[in-house]
Nanobody, 125 residues
Framework: VQLQASGGGLVQAGGSLRLSCTAS????????VGWFRQAPGEEREFVAG????????GYGDSAKVRFTVSRDNSKDTVYLQMNSLKPEDTAVYYC???????????????????WGQGTLVTVSS
């Protein structure tokens, strides 16, 4: 499956963005999806994850309360709604996927088999 992340851009602190991860080439409804981010000079970190059916959702500490992950399997797309953005949210955001019908949210990078190219989010102060 191929993943395309989009929706990044420049936003002022306190603003919102919605990222999209659109898949092609597979039965996306059977894939768990995760969002990760990597800031300059930092390691990539888990942001949010959602199971194949949307039945389970999980967030990294940085995303709790402010971010919401969702999916529309009819559109082969997973979304990451980001509100109340802060300068420290500036990073390249990646989506990743793995064929899995488990009810557990996958939070570790090595568990994902497919990665998108990333979309840059820049939050100005």
């Amino acid at each position: 499956v191929q993943l395309q992340a989009s929706g990044g851009g420049l936003v002022q602190a306190g603003g919102s963005l919605r990222l999209s991860c659109t898949a092609s080439g597979g039965t996306f409804s059977r894939y768990a999806v995760g969002w990760f981010r990597q800031a300059p000079g930092e390691e990539r970190e888990f942001v949010a994850g959602i199971t194949w059916d949307g039945g389970s959702i999980g967030y990294g500490d940085s995303a709790k309360v402010r971010f919401t992950v969702s999916r529309d399997n009819s559109k082969d797309t997973v979304y990451l709604q980001m509100n109340s953005l802060k300068p420290e949210d500036t990073a390249v955001y990646y989506c990743a996927a793995r064929e899995s019908t488990s009810s557990l949210v996958l939070i570790r990078e090595p568990l994902y088999h497919y990665w998108g190219q990333g979309t840059l989010v820049t939050v100005s102060s």
